[in-house]
């Protein structure tokens, strides 16, 4: 190379390799930022027994099972909730209980994690109300937002009987390079197709189970006539509700509360553990709770009680061998 180009190229040579290196801007502290949570998502091993005062012992473990042996083997006495995987995502991690937890705590408002409504909606035994919203683009989703679903008197009617989830694509971003929205645009429309929905606004009025009760694909201004629809949604939500624990009442389920938090479930026992005090509960769906009985009403460690006498009549009448 001739020596009079040498140093003139080599500067240019590193002034592109400088420009073109990566800069550790935003996109390096959101990759970090991404991988702090999921640190802290791993290390989310403790919530608390809600039946408990308070929200429970901030100790207390909770563990994913799959079988009732595999129960049976983690008695090590614990004071926190025994959750059977999630069966709509066995590899979910618990954080979305705690924020279905949170939402019960600090009020009725609108959540933003499905899968974590969801579980909630199944474990209080509500409807679930899903707004398709979007607050850029939509300005009638913002009419149906003050008029309605963002009012005092709907929220005040909704409270401790329904649980919300707003979508909003105002603020997502494409699925592929979102990084502060919790759905993307992708996301947003395959849930709406789920329900058969396509417009903005959109309502989906859906059962504990995950069933479509009654959708509502865009919004005409009557407001009125939208808020008759979404309330008579709700209402024939909770009537099935009604007739499904009944189903469940006559295999043993029933309305279990808390003697000082006032919080409660609806399952039945699963065992026993006299020796520590405690009872197992199990919830529809399959999840199980461990508490101790002195943690429950006056009514039920009455019940349990005659749980315990039936139990030991029915074994005394057994044929001896």
């Not at 579980?119 to 939509?138: I, M, N, T």
């Not at 943690?295 to 315990?308: G, K």
Request: aromatic share 8%; charged share 30%; hydrophobic share 35%.
């Amino acid at each position: 190379m001739n020596a009079k180009y040498s140093l003139p190229l080599f500067c240019a040579l590193l002034l592109a390799a400088c420009s073109s290196t990566p800069k550790v801007d935003d996109a390096t502290a959101a990759a970090r930022a991404r991988h702090l949570l999921m640190e802290q998502q791993k290390a989310a091993q403790q919530l608390g027994n809600p039946l408990l005062p308070g929200g429970g012992d901030p100790n207390a473990v909770n563990y994913n099972v799959s079988t009732a042996e595999e129960l049976e083997k983690i008695d090590n006495g614990a004071e926190g909730e025994v959750f059977f995987t999630d069966p709509d995502n066995p590899d979910a991690d618990i954080a979305g209980i705690t924020e279905a937890f949170e939402s019960k705590r600090h009020g009725n408002g609108w959540m933003g994690d499905y899968m974590a409504a969801r579980r909630f909606a199944r474990q209080e035994g509500r409807p679930l109300l899903v707004w398709f919203h979007d607050s850029v683009l939509s300005p009638r989703s913002g009419e149906l937002g003050e008029h309605l679903l963002d009012s005092p008197a709907f929220n005040a009617w909704c409270k401790d009987r329904v649980v919300r989830i707003k979508f909003d694509s105002g603020i997502a971003i494409d699925d592929k390079t979102r990084e502060s929205a919790k759905y993307g645009i992708d996301t947003i429309r395959r849930y709406a197709r789920q329900f058969g929905l396509t417009k903005r606004p959109a309502l989906a009025i859906v059962s504990p189970r995950g069933d479509l009760v009654m959708g509502i694909d865009g919004y005409n201004g009557f407001i009125q006539e939208t808020e008759s629809q979404v309330k008579d949604g709700i209402e024939r939500c909770e009537q099935e509700i009604r007739e499904d624990r009944a189903k469940l009442a006559a295999k043993g389920y029933r309305e279990w509360h808390a003697a000082k938090n006032g919080a409660k479930i609806f399952a039945k026992i699963q065992r026993l553990d006299d020796e520590h005090g405690r009872v197992y509960l199990k919830k529809d769906g399959g999840r199980i709770s461990r508490t101790k009985i002195d943690n429950l009403s006056q009514e039920d460690q009455d019940f349990i009680r005659q749980y315990r006498q039936q139990r030991k009549d029915k074994k005394d009448k057994r044929p001896h061998e």
